[in-house]
């Protein structure tokens, strides 16, 4: 009980001091919000038309939207006919929805995926602010918008944009709860349901990771002390009634989904035995070193990213902003643990913790903003911090470019060109 009035004074106190900063300039919590929005509406809602569908992840998996609204089947989905058990249907059926307003076409294959990464940017926006200050919610919301891999794979339909979000959302969640600033119902039932919904859109990994993550933050806090304010009956209870039903019917429905699902598609291509053998591990030096090259020029940083948080030893008595940096720290390294495959190469979902912990360093700026070139700098390197980590966990092998008119739906045109547009974002603003 004492760790918990501990936690909610801390908070309270952050809280009132992150109040004052932002009374005290220009940029108030609503400024920050409205610009990450028009950046996100600018970069991804501007750009979603655009290039055309490329084969195969991107083509065929519209195939399989555009089918269930030929075939009013939305348990069962389907590509070219034949049934296609292998992946979540929450993404296919947000683009099948886009498809019936708006039309078969590359916006409307493409909205779901902008909408989220619009959505993670304010989230991340939000999060950064409470836990680091308004600065480092609007840095980390930019982060996010104008890393280079988050737009480059973002170009392709593949789920990672929305369940970068959901994944978000769960860790979002679970800290307010933590730290007392919601009611412990509120945030840890709201965890759950976006927990259930990362499982709807990414498989079990939608689950897995948020709950080991959680897990491994508990341990190195050693507050297991705590696991009962999480309500953790009601809370799977809520997390079985969101995510079982389609999973029950899919059974019923299929007799190989199982299988199919589960079998090979979760625990067969962990191990690297999947069946079509599509893919293969790559050396963990190639994975890594691909990251410090797609990010870049953000990845000269990534070495001060990590210098903000917390000692092993001081674990145990966090302040909320602390907290955040350990679960994000925990987060970050869940994911990189993660054996690389080949065909494993789209911006993952560290995302929103990588954007506000590298945020974070608005917040350890502290006695040094003192003279215009000190600020400039602290400014720029925070800034290019904050970029560093969003897509750390993204291994950027590059994708095939080539047009397949046969297998798009409206038929390839060539590379995006804009693809070098949104990291000047940041460094320019970074220079005022």
Known sequence: MRLVETDVSNFL?????????????WLTRKAGALIALFFGCVIYLGNAGFPG????????????????LQRHDWVILYMNGIRYLMKAPLHYWAVAASYAVLGVNEFATRLPVALAMSGLALLVNEFARRFFGVRAGLYSALAVLTGAGFFLFTRIMIPEGIYALEFTAVFYFFLRGWTGSLPPRIAYWGAAVMSALAMLTRGLVGVIFPVGIIVLFVIATRAWKRLGEMHLVSSTLIFLV??????LLASLRAKTFFWSYFINEHFKRAVGTRFPPDYEAVPLWLWLGAHLIWLFPWSIFLVAAFKGFPPARTWKNLEAPQQAKDAAGNWIGARGRRRPAVDQ??????????????????????????GRGARRYIVAARTARAGCLPGFDGAFFGFDATSVRGAAITGGNG??????????????AAQK
């Open 415 to 428: 590379g995006g060109g804009v693809f070098g547009g949104p990291g000047s974002v940041v460094v320019a």
């Open 13 to 25: 106190l952050m809280n009132s001091t992150i109040k004052a900063e932002e009374q005290a300039g």
């Open 242 to 247: 969101v995510a079982t039903p389609w999973h």
């Open 345 to 370: 190469v789209h911006s993952r979902s560290v995302g929103g913790g990588g954007g506000f912990t590298g945020g974070s360093a608005d917040h350890d700026a502290g006695d040094l903003r003192q």
């Open 53 to 68: 569908l490329l084969d195969d992840a991107d083509a065929s998996h519209a195939v399989v939207a555009r089918e269930i």
